[in-house]
């Protein structure tokens, strides 16, 4: 987690358009993964279905898409701002799988997503903004929303992979994200070898080793500790994008990061809300 919250300086640092960046991610994390899943000898992987190929492209479609909008956000906000709304996704999750999955919700779950997308607001700076809020601004809010959606489809997508390894699906991904991105991105404009550095980064650190260490450590780890950690990868970016770039975070942008954190701890360990228990104790039996 600590890794992953550096990719917005690495972004920032590599200079290049988003479209651009994120195919010179998918090229390296798809090289090393590649590396990586034949020196574990998960490949060739026999079990690969052209089902689960289907699945596992449609889902790399729809993450490459979550990671361009995500650092196009990046440039039209800050990094902090960026994080900390993009960190809304898994509220996505849960209502596409009410929406489509039929998936059973309970009121308590309800009242902490509210919390959350109240969060989204306090951190977008709409409601309270030292400065007016440019269109600019608008813009990377609502991508960075649409690059949390997209990746909470990849994650539902994700879930039909079933026991396939985490590393096989990312290396899909990225090798679709390479088609995909390949005709817009800007292959001839000459980069920088300090640029060469910071693309390599987000590729073999930041989609290759990260998702590696977490896949790793997930089966290891319970739910609560999962939950509390992932809050790393948002506090690391605000800490660099204030350290690095001179923008600290709003009070009203810390009191959203709270309320999307309470949100999402709430969701994820089944949190009664007080309010809830004491209504309910006084209830007459």
């Not at 849960?94 to 779950?109: C, M, P």
């Not at 709003?250 to 701890?265: E, S, W």
């Amino acid at each position: 987690m600590a890794i992953i919250g550096t990719v917005g300086a690495f972004a920032t640092e590599a200079g290049l358009d988003p479209i651009t960046t994120v195919f010179w991610r998918c090229a390296f994390g798809a090289a090393f993964l590649g590396i990586w899943c034949l020196w574990r000898g998960d490949l060739p992987d026999r079990s690969l279905s052209f089902t689960r190929l289907a699945i596992a492209a449609l889902g790399g479609v729809c993450m490459v898409l979550s990671w361009t909008a995500f650092f196009a956000g990046f440039a039209m906000t800050s990094i902090a701002t960026t994080t900390i709304v993009y960190h809304i996704q898994p509220f996505f999750v849960v209502l596409i799988g009410v929406l489509f999955l039929k998936e059973r919700i309970t009121l308590d779950q309800i009242l902490w997503m509210a919390g959350a997308f109240g969060g989204v607001v306090l951190a977008s700076g709409f409601v309270v903004s030292p400065a007016p809020i440019s269109q600019t601004w608008a813009l990377g809010i609502g991508l960075t929303l649409g690059a949390a959606l997209l990746y909470a489809i990849a994650t539902i997508l994700a879930k039909g992979l079933g026991e396939q390894r985490p590393e096989i699906t990312t290396l899909c991904q990225t090798v679709v994200g390479i088609v995909l991105l390949a005709p817009f991105a800007d292959l001839v404009r000459p980069v920088s070898l300090s640029s060469w550095g910071w693309l390599a980064g987000i590729g073999v650190l930041h989609t290759g080793i990260a998702y590696v260490l977490m896949y790793s450590a997930y089966p290891r780890l319970t739910t609560p500790v999962i939950g509390v950690l992932t809050f790393i990868y948002p506090l690391v970016a605000i800490v660099i994008d204030w350290a690095i770039y001179d923008h600290p975070l709003g009070v009203a942008q810390a009191a959203g990061m709270i309320l999307i954190a309470l949100g999402t701890l709430g969701v994820r360990l089944g949190w009664r809300l007080p309010i809830r228990n004491a209504s309910s104790a006084s209830r007459p039996r």
